[in-house]
Structure formats: structure tokens, C-alpha cells
């Protein structure tokens, strides 16, 4: 489940980059502050109030309140931390209007990244710079290569686009042509068993190369002609490797260019693979349904259920879903009442909440109290019961079929519930 845990960690960042990502100011007057590990708090708030300092210049008296305002949230934040988190931090602040002029309402975001941050910043600007953390929500996992033929071989690591060579090898055996005066049987021979000691010295490598990146998801074997597939059937390659293999691919060339070939392929390949796990996982669900073993439910209530008694094996969500759970208090006697509604719905229901009354009392005093992206809510219930999340794309027939038929929630069960 390594690969799943990864995609919510990469899933959860992803969304809560698109929702920062429609925010926008009135003016120049959102703060984005970037904060390294290692970076002394007390400094970075010094240069805050040099910051507000600078923002009393501003001529747009909205403009300078809101800059300073959002200079002095953002230090309040900061004030609670004695120093970065191991990955930095990193702070968003602005008055966001919510309905036209006049609206702005002082929002506040901190964020602990999945990656260590290397760059120290302060903007001000009419959007969030979301840029840094845009790159870590793509595909950073690390990937070896091993690229093969009966001449030569080369094995390197590979993370997102960027490549890097471990090692190369040379096979020194001739080729297929013998020399006169051998006898074709002991020449064969021969030949047979330096390829042999060649494939064995490359598995060998690859495997004490390999097995010390750390954080490797798999394995891609490539090369011109059948030379991968003798050397991956042969016994060359530890089974520890050899569980890792997520692919062969054919290239034209041996060498760095094989691998630069297998690298401008890969985004495709490690697609292919996630979809076969997506794939995997909600197949074994519809085999619950299916053969009615009391394994598989679907639905908001039904997961919620389970997901509360802590029996939930894999919770499945479509990342597709794009519900929001809104909680709404009455001002006046202090009832919450709860719906679920979808995210492009919001403002309209919050507006219509001004003329609702309230079921308890009557009185015209309802507002927004809270709100949750339901995903998020689910998955943070998942786990806190130790339950494994998958996000499922809508790229393959099952993905699309669980947002469809399914609602976009289902899990599969630990044992049948009574
Ligand atoms: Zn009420």
C-alpha cells in the first residue's frame, strides 16, 4: 500500500493547492512567506515587521490595512512555532473578498509541506505563489533503470524527469561471428558463459546499487531485443529486485540514451502502473458486492458507519468527489444542523441560509459554522483508525464506475460486521 499512501499524501496537497489556487485578492495584498528548516523564527520576524514597516507606504488605504492585517496574522502564526517543522512552513494570509466589494474576510493558511522547503520568501501579491509546492505534488518517487543488451549495460535511478547514471558495464564478449579455426560448438560455449558472468555482475551491481536509494518504488528493465528478458528470467537478479520490476520497455538505443528513452516514457509507464493498482483495488470491492460477502459497502452514511467503528480495511474514494460537509449554527438558540452539499454549490447556499429560518427556533439567524472537503474528512477518520485510503482517478472504467455508481465513497471491510 506504499504507493497509495504516497498518492493521499500527493492528493491532499494537490487539492488544498486548488482551492488556494482560485483565491485571489482585491488588490496586491495576499502574503505568501516561506519558511526553510533551520530558519530562526525570531529573524523571519524581524523581517515581517520590516515588511509592515515597507506597507505603510502603500497609497489605497484598504490595501495598506489589509497588507499590515495579513503581516500581523501571519506573525501571530509564526509566534507559535519556536522553530520551522522538519519540512518548513509555510503561511498563505489575506482578506479573500467572498462576494464582490466590501466582502473581504481575513483567511489564514499554514502548511507543513511533504518535502523539506530550500528557499526562504515573502510575497505580496494579488494571488498565493503556490509554485514551490506545485512541484512536489508531482511525481517524485524514485525509480530504478537497468538498461541492457548483449554489449553493454547502464543502471541509474531515476526521480520525476531527472536521471542519474550509477554505474556502467561492458560485457567484452564478441559478438555472434566466430573467429576461424574454432569449433562453433566451443565457441558458443564460450560465449554463453561470459554473457552469463556479465548478466551476474550487472544483476549483482544493480541490486548493492539499488537497494541503498532510498525510498525506491520499482524497477523498469529496458533495451533493444530480447537481452532484458534473458536477463531478467535467468537467475541474475535478486528476488527483492526482481518483486520490484514494474515494466519492460523496448528502446532503441543502450546507455544513457536508453535510459534518457525509458525517462521520456516513464510519466506513461508509472501511470499505467497506478491505474493497475486502481484498477486492483476497486475490482476486489465490486467482488464483495458482487458475490454478496457482506465485505464491500459504499455510500456517505454507510462508510461513515464503519469508518467510525474502526472496521474499514481500504476506504476508496474518487478523487472525483467533490463534496463539502457544512455545519451551520442558529445565533439565536444555538442548534447545528449538518449537510453535505456539492463544493460549486457553496455560495449559493450560503446565501440562501440569510432568509432560512431555523428549524428549532424560527428565527432568521443561520450561518455558516463550518466546513469540511468531505475527502479530507474521511480520510482523516481513516486514519486515525489505522484503515488504508485509496484516491481512485476517474481514468479507468472501475474509477469511473465507483464515481458513478457509487457515489464516490466505498471500502472494503476488515470482517463482516454483524
Ligand atoms: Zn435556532
Given at each position: 500500500?506504499?504507493?497509495?499512501?504516497?498518492?493521499?499524501?500527493?492528493?491532499?496537497?494537490?487539492?488544498?493547492?486548488e482551492?488556494?489556487?482560485?483565491?485571489?485578492?482585491?488588490?496586491?495584498?495576499?502574503?505568501?512567506?516561506?519558511?526553510?528548516?533551520?530558519?530562526?523564527?525570531?529573524?523571519?520576524?524581524?523581517?515581517?515587521?520590516?515588511?509592515?514597516?515597507?506597507?505603510s507606504?502603500?497609497?489605497?488605504?484598504?490595501?495598506?490595512?489589509?497588507?499590515?492585517?495579513?503581516?500581523?496574522?501571519?506573525?501571530?502564526?509564526?509566534k507559535?512555532?519556536?522553530?520551522?517543522?522538519?519540512n518548513?512552513?509555510?503561511?498563505?494570509?489575506?482578506a479573500?473578498p467572498?462576494?464582490?466589494?466590501?466582502?473581504?474576510?481575513?483567511?489564514?493558511?499554514?502548511?507543513?509541506?511533504?518535502?523539506?522547503i530550500?528557499?526562504?520568501?515573502?510575497?505580496?501579491?494579488?494571488?498565493?505563489?503556490?509554485?514551490?509546492?506545485?512541484?512536489?505534488?508531482?511525481?517524485?518517487?524514485?525509480?530504478?533503470?537497468i538498461?541492457?543488451?548483449?554489449?553493454?549495460?547502464?543502471?541509474?535511478v531515476?526521480r520525476?524527469?531527472?536521471?542519474?547514471?550509477?554505474?556502467?558495464?561492458?560485457?567484452?564478449?564478441?559478438?555472434?561471428?566466430?573467429?576461424?579455426?574454432?569449433?562453433?560448438?566451443?565457441?558458443?560455449?564460450?560465449?554463453?558463459?561470459?554473457?552469463?558472468?556479465?548478466?551476474?555482475?550487472?544483476?549483482?551491481?544493480?541490486?548493492?546499487?539499488?537497494?541503498?536509494?532510498?525510498?525506491?518504488?520499482?524497477?523498469?528493465?529496458?533495451?533493444?531485443?530480447?537481452?532484458?528478458?534473458?536477463?531478467i528470467?535467468?537467475?541474475?537478479?535478486?528476488?527483492?529486485?526482481?518483486?520490484?520490476?514494474?515494466?519492460?520497455?523496448?528502446?532503441?538505443?543502450?546507455?544513457?540514451?536508453?535510459?534518457?528513452?525509458?525517462?521520456?516514457?516513464?510519466?506513461?509507464?508509472?501511470?499505467?502502473?497506478?491505474?493497475?493498482?486502481?484498477?486492483?483495488?476497486?475490482?476486489?470491492?465490486?467482488?464483495?458486492?458482487?458475490?454478496?460477502?457482506?465485505?464491500?459497502?459504499?455510500?456517505?452514511?454507510?462508510?461513515?458507519?464503519?469508518?467510525?467503528?474502526?472496521?474499514?480495511?481500504?476506504?476508496?474514494?474518487?478523487?472525483?468527489?467533490?463534496?463539502?460537509?457544512?455545519?451551520?449554527?442558529?445565533?439565536?438558540?444555538?442548534?447545528?444542523?449538518?449537510?453535505?452539499?456539492?463544493?460549486?454549490?457553496?455560495?449559493?447556499?450560503e446565501?440562501?441560509?440569510?432568509?432560512?429560518?431555523?428549524?428549532?427556533?424560527?428565527?432568521?439567524?443561520?450561518?455558516?459554522?463550518?466546513?469540511?472537503?468531505?475527502?479530507?474528512?474521511?480520510?482523516?477518520?481513516a486514519?486515525?483508525?489505522?484503515?488504508n485510503?485509496?484516491?481512485?482517478?476517474?481514468?479507468?472504467d472501475?474509477?469511473?464506475?465507483?464515481?458513478?455508481?457509487?457515489g464516490?465513497?466505498?471500502?472494503?471491510?476488515?470482517?463482516?460486521?454483524?
Amino acid at each position: 500500500m506504499s504507493v497509495t499512501a504516497d498518492s493521499v499524501l500527493r492528493f491532499k496537497l494537490k487539492r488544498t493547492l486548488e482551492m488556494l489556487a482560485d483565491k485571489e485578492g482585491r488588490g496586491t495584498e495576499l502574503i505568501s512567506l516561506y519558511v526553510p528548516p533551520g530558519r530562526r523564527i525570531h529573524e523571519v520576524l524581524a523581517n515581517l515587521r520590516e515588511e509592515y514597516g515597507t506597507a505603510s507606504n502603500i497609497k489605497s488605504r484598504t490595501t495598506r490595512k489589509n497588507v499590515q492585517d495579513a503581516i500581523d496574522r501571519t506573525s501571530q502564526r509564526l509566534k507559535l512555532f519556536k522553530e520551522p517543522p522538519t519540512n518548513g512552513l509555510v503561511i498563505f494570509c489575506g482578506a479573500i473578498p467572498r462576494n464582490g466589494a466590501g466582502t473581504e474576510r481575513m483567511e489564514t493558511f499554514v502548511l507543513e509541506p511533504p518535502e523539506p522547503i530550500n528557499i526562504y520568501f515573502y510575497r505580496c501579491d494579488a494571488r498565493f505563489h503556490l509554485e514551490p509546492l506545485l512541484a512536489m505534488v508531482k511525481e517524485r518517487n524514485a525509480y530504478g533503470v537497468i538498461v541492457i543488451d548483449t554489449s553493454d549495460a547502464v543502471v541509474a535511478v531515476v526521480r520525476g524527469q531527472r536521471m542519474e547514471i550509477l554505474q556502467k558495464f561492458s560485457s567484452g564478449v564478441a559478438g555472434k561471428h566466430r573467429a576461424g579455426g574454432q569449433s562453433a560448438r566451443r565457441f558458443e560455449r564460450i560465449r554463453e558463459q561470459s554473457l552469463n558472468d556479465y548478466y551476474h555482475r550487472v544483476g549483482a551491481h544493480a541490486y548493492e546499487l539499488l537497494s541503498e536509494i532510498e525510498g525506491l518504488k520499482g524497477l523498469i528493465v529496458g533495451g533493444p531485443g530480447p537481452t532484458k528478458f534473458d536477463f531478467i528470467e535467468g537467475d541474475h537478479l535478486n528476488y527483492m529486485l526482481k518483486e520490484k520490476i514494474l515494466a519492460t520497455i523496448d528502446t532503441s538505443y543502450v546507455g544513457e540514451q536508453g535510459v534518457e528513452e525509458i525517462v521520456s516514457k516513464s510519466g506513461e509507464i508509472l501511470r499505467g502502473v497506478r491505474y493497475m493498482e486502481e484498477k486492483k483495488i476497486v475490482q476486489k470491492f465490486l467482488y464483495e458486492i458482487g458475490h454478496e460477502t457482506g465485505l464491500g459497502v459504499y455510500g456517505e452514511t454507510q462508510v461513515r458507519k464503519y469508518l467510525n467503528a474502526g472496521i474499514i480495511d481500504t476506504l476508496i474514494v474518487s478523487e472525483k468527489l467533490n463534496t463539502i460537509h457544512v455545519f451551520v449554527k442558529c445565533k439565536n438558540c444555538g442548534n447545528v444542523d449538518d449537510s453535505l452539499i456539492p463544493q460549486s454549490g457553496f455560495v449559493k447556499f450560503e446565501q440562501d441560509l440569510m432568509s432560512a429560518a431555523c428549524k428549532k427556533c424560527n428565527s432568521v439567524s443561520l450561518a455558516v459554522d463550518d466546513r469540511k472537503d468531505l475527502v479530507d474528512e474521511l480520510i482523516e477518520i481513516a486514519d486515525k483508525q489505522n484503515a488504508n485510503v485509496a484516491i481512485i482517478s476517474t481514468e479507468t472504467d472501475e474509477g469511473v464506475m465507483l464515481r458513478d455508481s457509487f457515489g464516490g465513497i466505498a471500502a472494503i471491510l476488515r470482517y463482516r460486521a454483524s
